[in-house]
């Protein structure tokens, strides 16, 4: 059973300290780069090691002083792997014991913060100072990490990539960054020179605590209307999670029409403030009707997005139950759903309903431990409940580095260009595949899990069905594959996908969209396919 299940029956107190980074104004962000080349790094090392086992001690502190400098100079530090193996590397001083800290690491298996006592390291030779620990993770994943040095907490020395600790708190304000090889960094996080920038003006009002600080896109005129986001911990969102600079890159690359954010900061009592709080909605109702009065607003519910990160994903959650009629978009990034059984119970039992046009973007990273199955079974609640939504999995932390990389995906799911075309009409794919019998149940698996999570990482995807018969014999319309024309005992597969537009469609599969795309595992399942999928307009929609 899902936690989130559980928990709405026993009404706990998941503590999230986070407060003190999430209110501050830290302006630390080092946007991670691209992963360079690691080909020949794991060799570079294990050569070392090596020497460094077998050279007499004396000569061990120079030794690694010049694979340092080597190293430094290839790839940094952690050494990764083209394999996505990953050895973490500190050198201390003797005597002294290292441990390894981080997101995959946590206290316990439900819990998404770090254990301090963290993972034992191994020095790299018998009474060496240099210490190791080998791991291996996803290759797209993203992690923080530090080390723990005489019970002393310590980033990397040797790493330059570091970001804000987010959950961690002041007991670790600041982390050490490892992006795997196939990780990218958001590019659309950076400053960049040469583009409009947004205006940035603070409320100065008597009845505006918490403070509330508004973005205002480049080239804003009274003579045009515009949709607006609400957030939560403002200060995180317009410092540590660059909202502006995104907005500003986003709107600069069309990627996205012109939006106005309204960043609103933290109380201090943070954990009781998103906590499912009336006060919290009643400060909020206010802040609108503020904005709309002083501000050119789109002042509807579906031109409104409350977005919100952990505590505050659940109070941007909140805002949707309680107010429909202002909010009828949320984003939560890594939400924080545990609640009383008055909150969320009535709604898992059928007794409360959502409003029907809520439309949801949601996200978790898999190092997030029992929010994890929260997620999951708020999406399949969200899909019983046949609530517009998408989820996106990320291999990340409870994490600055990851609500970061996800911006992008939540606004151009909301404020696409296409999508933001009414007149456009939704587009369905429509594709068929047939596999052997004893082929069809691994063919579906691959399919839930992992061609259609991928799938929802595409701006503009909108979800999808899986359709599936059996067929005893027989071939239907022109098919490709070593036994078309044959008359076998096979399973057909009916996959409808559907999109925002076709720039959505041409973004999954590429400018010759109508070619059907396949993951090599599952050409070599399918028996036979059509070579091309059917793009319809969606003209009517009962669902």
């Given at each position: ?17 986070v407060a ?12 991670v ?19 460094y086992?077998t ?5 061990r ?14 790839s ?12 973490f ?11 390894l ?8 298996f ?42 002393q ?5 040797l ?11 002041e007991?670790?304000?600041?982390v ?25 003006v ?24 515009y ?14 999670l ?37 006060d ?16 050119s ?69 898999t ?14 609640y ?59 149940d691994?063919?579906?698996?691959l ?46 597969f ?8 076709l ?24 028996s ?16």
């Open positions: 059973m899902s936690s989130i299940a559980r928990l709405q029956w026993q009404a706990p107190v998941r503590a999230l300290r003190l980074v999430m209110a501050s104004a830290i302006a630390l962000v080092i946007a780069g691209p992963s360079p080349a690691r080909a020949d790094d794991r060799a570079a090392f294990e050569s070392f090691a090596q020497s086992r050279v007499p001690p004396e000569q502190a120079e030794l690694a002083e010049e694979f340092i400098r080597a190293q430094d100079a290839r940094g530090f952690p050494i990764v792997g083209a394999d996505s193996s990953v050895v590397l500190y050198r201390a001083q003797l005597g002294e014991t290292v441990r800290l981080g997101d995959f690491a946590p206290r316990t439900l819990n998404f913060y770090w254990s301090m006592q963290g993972l034992e390291m191994e020095p790299l030779a018998p009474d060496a100072p240099v210490f190791i620990r080998r791991m291996t993770f996803e290759p797209d994943a993203i992690l923080n990490y530090a080390f723990r040095v005489n019970g907490y310590r980033v990397d020395p790493n330059r990539n570091q970001d804000q600790g987010g959950p961690q708190g007991e670790a304000p600041i050490s960054v490892v992006p795997l090889p196939q990780h990218v960094a958001p590019p659309e996080a950076n400053v960049r020179a040469g583009i409009a920038q947004g205006q940035l603070s409320v100065d009002e008597p009845w505006a605590t918490p403070g509330i600080t508004i973005y205002l896109p480049p080239g804003y005129s009274s003579a045009s209307r949709p607006v986001i609400y957030t939560g911990d403002g200060s995180a969102w317009n410092k540590g660059c909202l502006p600079t995104i907005l500003d890159n986003l709107i600069a690359d069309h990627r996205i029409v012109p939006v106005i954010a309204v960043m609103i900061d933290s109380r201090a009592d943070r954990g009781d403030w998103y906590g499912f709080n009336p919290y909605i009643a400060y909020l109702t206010h802040v609108v009707a503020w904005v709309d009065e002083h501000y607003t789109k002042a509807a519910p579906e031109s409104r997005v409350h977005f919100g990160s952990s505590a505050a994903a659940r109070a941007a959650l909140y805002a949707a139950q309680e107010r429909p009629d202002l909010f009828g978009k949320v984003a939560l990034f890594s939400p924080g759903l545990a609640a009383g059984p008055h909150v969320l119970g009535p709604y898992f039992a059928g007794d409360r309903r959502f409003d029907r046009r809520l439309q949801v973007w949601m996200s978790i990273g190092y997030e431990g029992g929010m994890v199955e929260d997620v999951k079974f708020f999406d399949r969200l899909t019983r409940a046949r609530i517009r939504h998408t989820t996106v999995f990320t291999h990340a932390g409870h994490t600055f580095s990851n609500w970061r990389q996800l911006e992008r995906s939540a606004l151009e799911y909301f404020f696409a260009l296409d999508s933001c075309q009414k007149d456009s009409p939704m587009i369905a794919r429509h594709w068929r595949g047939w596999t052997t019998a004893q082929n069809a691994a063919y579906e698996a399919l839930q899990e992992k061609v259609l999570p991928g799938l929802k990482k595409v701006a503009g995807y909108r979800g999808g069905y899986v359709l599936r018969r059996d067929v005893a014999g027989g071939v239907v319309g022109e098919v490709t594959g070593e036994v078309a024309g044959e008359v076998t005992s096979e399973v057909e009916v996959v409808v996908n559907l999109f925002d537009s720039d959505a469609v041409k973004r999954f599969a590429g400018p010759d969209y109508a070619v059907a795309v396949f993951e090599p595992e599952a050409r070599r399942l399918l036979k396919v059509e070579p091309l999928a059917a793009h319809y307009d969606v003209r009517v929609n009962t669902v």
